[in-house]
Nanobody
Framework: QADLVESGGGAVQTGGSLRLSCAAS????????MGWYRQPPGKEREFVAA????????YYADSVKGRFTISRSKGENTVYLQMTDLKPEDTAVYFC????????????????WGQGTQVTVSS
């Protein structure tokens, strides 16, 4: 299974943008799904977005639809999360995960996680 390394987190003001990257070191198969989850301070980890590696179908949480875009580069073995119009409630540690089953829910379907990257949005 691939090792995952996230990057791109940081601190921005409300309305700002960030792009997160998740680089995988091993093989990702067409049947796999890559996803982003986040864990706000004091809360449970929650689903953000997912993308099927093969055909690129995307899925989003209602809270980020229209603001976040997930994409992948097969050549670079990397998944991205472009985040725009950021809000204070987007503040969280963002985790990249690999689901070998292809399912993006529940989060237990993800068998490999990155170390997480902090995103802080100030008002």
């Amino acid at each position: 299974q691939a090792d995952l390394v996230e990057s791109g987190g940081g601190a921005v003001q409300t309305g700002g943008s960030l792009r997160l990257s998740c680089a995988a070191s091993g093989r990702i198969y067409s049947s796999h799904t890559m996803g982003w989850y986040r864990q706000p301070p004091g809360k449970e980890r929650e689903f953000v977005a997912a993308i099927r590696w093969g055909f690129g179908q995307t899925y989003y949480a209602d809270s980020v639809k229209g603001r976040f875009t997930i994409s992948r580069s097969k050549g670079e073995n990397t998944v991205y999360l472009q985040m725009t119009d950021l809000k204070p409630e987007d503040t969280a540690v963002y985790f990249c995960g690999l689901s070998t089953s292809g399912y993006y829910l529940p989060q237990t379907e993800f068998k490999k996680w990155g170390q997480g990257t902090q995103v802080t949005v100030s008002s």
